[in-house]
Every structure is written in structure tokens, then in C-alpha cells.
């Protein structure tokens, strides 16, 4: 038996050393009973310290935006930190700028409860709810993008068109960890009980590919929202809306919204860009609210059209056409006002024609994430 | 056989003549990495003299009392690492909880002394020299000062060299390799003096 006293003396050094190691962690990590103050004692939440700010706040139900799930990866979790908690980590720096520096502006999945500490966040965080739902329908809109409705199963969502929600993505195949992202919610605000999201596959994203394979109908999914800013300025400026693939989504909630709550005195331009046929998703939904509402417009643009498929819709890139209308068919002496939605790439391109157009920067309203 | 040494002896043995980076060029990773800036050159001095001492003091009780009658003398590499991570790790939780301004300024740094070679380096040397206990320590801490003592002479000459008009194609590592170079020679110099095997 002498072949085990090796083995077994590793093992019980390392069990030594491990016990060691929890022992310390217990007395060192235990910060006692900790209260996160918000916004200036709005709300004032008592938990016990150790924990990272962004799951401290998770567990008290309050959810910071956050793509990665608290890695410090996507920069999304920021939130303002009041009282002195040490200056920045080398793991924060890169996402904050240095107006961001000197707000104390912190990536809150980095941010170690140790004391009490004060924080502020946007008043519509408190909104922002984790909801077990579950898939009603998966419908294929386009080759590559999914419509998925959620039933809220008794809970309710209250949101202003435009904001989006994060996805929960549970660990699947070789993804080990428990993934979120953003989606905007395609779905009426006055569809309490729903919400409806528009997924197009990204060849090796973690979330889409899991939507579009292992997505089913039936399945609980947990949804956290709503997020976001986005949404339709309380002015009568003229919107000129311009949208990419998925990027249909906050449109669709937007305009249905303002068509069904009577805001049709305000004029809308909506220019939808795709590149084929295949692409385009809601053209027939969308021609039926350009009949029915005057000062609607839809314009879908295709970059390549299929020469059998008798598009008579405009064609070229959707900048292109987004500077012929602006230039000659959009009443330039009425205040006009830019929304966006699409990939990076898109949205800065859309900025640049534009700001061409004199609409200024101020004016033009796009969500961050890609 | 314990080796017969006066224990001052030791001390500036270790510290000079046989200055465990210039003369056994242990631990050059985060010897030329870090020593670009005097604060952390500090930092991470101290924090290799804390963890070298300790671990060499826990290594040599392993080693003594249980390797050493146990004839597991081969396992030595694979127990002294896991002594040093142990005491790594244990070190960075007590440092955060304690001092969170220190623990800012060794960052990275702290976790990587975990791979530094000077520490396992000393560990083998009290075995291969056959310390006692009490030279193990003096040992131990004499290689981490001496380590400490090396960085931060290195962190003072790069300050130097920022102004230097050094050739492009050395610029970086390349210089900081010759600058340690004659560093070395220096230490050496002393190896008359005072000598410890």
C-alpha cells in the first residue's frame, strides 16, 4: 500500500491549505450588515457586504443593466457612486471616459460591497423587474430572423416604447456561465402581459444561436426590464426613423403605439433598409399602416435586389436613399428628429447623413448597444 | 549536515553576494516588468519578502516533518508550489480586508508572485544547503530584501534611462537586460567577501 501515502499526503496538504483558505475568507469576507443607500436615500437597502455591487443589488431585486453578467466585460453595469469606495480598478478604466472619472462613475460588477455606501441610479431602475416567462410562439419573420413572444404569466410589464429588455440565456452546450442581452421589446406597451422580441441570428453569438436552435415553445425564460431610453421625444418635429434588420423592433412598438393612442398629427418618415427580399420582415403590416395613416410614410429600401422577385420599392444602400429624401421629399422648414436602430456600423453612417441634413446631433436618439 | 554559518552572515550573504535575482537570476519576470515605476517596485518588494519568508518557514516544516521521514522527498516541487499559492491567496484576502490602498497598488502583481521563481528557488535551496529552521528564515528574509533591494535599484536606473538616448532596436527589455547585466557584475564584486553555498 505504500503507492497511496503520496497521493494521500498531497491530499491532505491541500486539504489543510483549502481549509486554511476558507477560514480566512469566512472571518476576512465577513463585512457584517451593510446598507446601500440610492439616490440620496430614496431607498435605503441592508445586506451583507462581500458581495459585488451589481449582485448585492440583484439580490435586493434592483437590476443595473448588465450584458455580461458581472465579468467586466461589456461595460454596461455603471452606476454612480457617491461615498469613497477607493479609487478605480485597472478593470474599470477602459469603459469609463474622464467625465466618467470624475463623476465617480463605476462598473458596479467591480465595485466590492465592503461599507455603507451611497449610489445613484436612473428613477426607472426601481421599474425594472426579473420576470419568469414563458415562450408562447416562435415565429420565423425572415430566413434569419426570429419573432419570439414571451408570456409573462401573470406578471406585468410597464414600459414606454422604445426600451428593451435582457434576454436571460441559461448555460447550454460548452457555454458554462448564464449569459444576458438586449433586446428591444417589439411588443404594444398596452400589451401588459407580453412581450415580443425580434432575434436574428448571429453566426456564433451566444444568445441568438441559442434562440434560433434551442428555443422552444413552452420554455421558461427569464426576462429583466424594462431598460433604456429610447423612445419618442414629446415634440410634434417630424420623425425620421431608419431601421436594419432587427432594428425593426422599437418601430414596431413605437409606431403601432402612437397609431393606436391617436398621435397620427405628427408626420413620420420610416425608411427600413435590407438587401433582398428575403430580408425584409412586416412589409405587408407595414404598407397597411402607411394606407391607413396619412402622415406615415414607410419607405423599405434593398441594397440587392433579386431581379425575378419584381421589387418596385426603392433600391440602393439606405444612406443613399435616407439623402434623397431628406434632401427633396422632407419638409425642411418643420423641425425634424433622427431614430435609429441597427447595427454600429449603420447607426454612424445614418448619423453622418443626417447631420448633413442640418438635423443636429442633439436631435438624433439611438440605444448604445449593438 | 547543517551547515555551520554565523546567521549575520547569512543575512548579507544573501542580501549581496548571493542576491537571489543578480546572482541566480530568480524571479526576472516580474523583476523587469514591474521596475518601471518606483511605488509598485516598492509594493511588490515587500510583498515578495512577506509571502518568501513565510512560505520558506511552512515549506521547511513540510519538508522536515513529513517529506523528509516519509521518503517523499520527490514530491518537494508539487508541495512547495501548493504551499505558496495557499499562502498567496491567504495573503491577498488579509491585504484587501486590511489595507485596500496596497491592495490597489500590487493589482495583478500580488496574485503573480505565485509563479515568481525566487520563491521556489529558496524553498530548494534550504533543502538542497540542508538549513536549519533558524537559517531557513534568515535566509528567506535575506532573499527577499535582497529582491526588494534589486527592484528598486533597477526602478531608480530606468528612471535614469528614460532620458538616456538609447538605440531604438534596445529600447525596452533589450536595455533592461544589459542594465541588470552590470548590475550583476556588481553584485558579484562583493562574492569575495562573504560566501554561503
Known sequence: MNFLIAPIVVAVISGILAAAISIVDKIVNNYGEVNISINGGKKVLALNGGESLLSSLASQEIFIPSACGGRGSCGACKCQVTSDVGIHLPTEIPYLDKKEMAENIRLSCQVKVKADIDIMIPEDLFNVKKIKSKVLSIRDVTHDIKEVKFDLQGEEINFKAGRYVQLVVPPYNKIKGSTQRAYSMSSKPDDKGFVELLIRLVPGGIATTWAHTLLLVGMEVDLIGPFGDFERSETEATMVCVAGGSGMAPFKSILYDMFEKGEINREVWYFFGARTTKDVLYLEEMMELDSKWDKFHFIAALSEPEEESGWTGETGLITDVLDKYLKTKINKEKAREGYLCGSPGMIGACNNVLTANDITIDNIYYDNFA | ?197
Open chain 2, 1 to 197: 549536515m547543517v551547515p555551520d554559518l554565523n546567521p549575520v552572515v547569512l543575512l548579507f550573504a544573501s542580501i549581496f553576494t548571493s542576491n537571489i535575482l543578480l546572482a541566480n537570476f530568480l524571479g526576472m519576470c516580474s523583476f523587469i516588468s514591474i521596475s518601471k515605476d518606483m511605488k509598485s517596485s516598492n509594493g511588490l518588494g515587500l510583498a515578495v519578502t512577506v509571502v518568501l519568508t513565510l512560505t520558506a518557514m511552512l515549506n521547511w516544516v513540510l519538508l522536515q516533518y513529513v517529506l523528509i521521514p516519509l521518503d517523499l522527498l520527490y514530491l518537494r516541487y508539487i508541495i512547495f508550489i501548493i504551499v505558496i499559492a495557499a499562502t498567496v491567496q491567504i495573503l491577498e484576502m488579509v491585504i484587501d480586508r486590511v489595507s485596500p490602498a496596497l491592495y490597489m497598488s500590487l493589482g495583478i502583481f500580488l496574485p503573480l508572485i505565485t509563479v515568481n521563481c525566487a520563491i521556489l528557488g529558496v524553498a530548494l535551496f534550504m533543502q538542497i544547503r540542508n538549513y536549519s529552521f533558524l537559517q531557513t528564515v534568515i535566509f528567506a528574509f535575506g532573499s527577499g530584501l535582497g529582491w526588494w533591494l534589486a527592484i528598486v535599484a533597477l526602478a531608480a536606473i530606468q528612471k535614469k534611462l528614460v532620458k538616456a538616448p538609447v538605440p531604438a532596436g534596445l529600447k525596452g527589455p533589450g536595455i533592461t537586460l544589459i542594465t541588470i547585466g552590470f548590475m550583476a557584475m556588481a553584485f558579484i564584486g562583493f562574492s569575495g567577501m562573504l560566501s554561503v553555498q
